[in-house]
């Protein structure tokens, strides 16, 4: 079993940002597709963002583009999610998972390996 931890979450303002982390072992972070999902009291788990092994990333365009950035750094073996102009929708608990190596998949059953969770909270 692939460990993952994510790290941090935290609570802050409408419009601020937050840079969360996921740590994984070295071959995971090279080699797997890595992808954040986030989930809300009461909604499904949903699609935030993916990176593959090559580079190429994907983004769920409704509710992220262009505020949220994924990027992986092999050398510590961590993938970030950059989280800008946060809003109050934004609030979830933002779960790091590890795919076989292919195309960022934006379907959760893509993915073996997930995290425990961290906690974000925007309020306005």
């Known amino acids: 079993q692939v460990q993952l931890r994510e790290s941090g979450g935290g609570s802050v303002q409408a419009g601020e940002s937050l840079r969360l982390s996921c740590a994984a072992p070295?071959?995971?972070?090279?080699?797997?597709?890595m992808g954040w999902f986030r989930q809300a009291p009461g909604k499904e788990r949903e699609f935030v963002a993916a990176i593959s092994r090559v580079g190429s990333s994907a983004y769920n365009e409704d509710s992220v583009k262009g505020r949220f950035t994924i990027s992986r750094d092999t050398a510590k073996s961590l993938v970030y999610l950059q989280m800008n102009s946060l809003k109050p929708e934004d609030t979830a608990v933002y779960y790091c998972a590890a795919a076989q190596p292919g195309s960022p998949s934006r379907e959760p059953r893509s993915y073996d390996h997930w995290g425990q969770g961290t906690q974000v909270t925007v309020s306005s």
């Open positions: 070295p071959r995971t972070v090279m080699w797997y597709t």
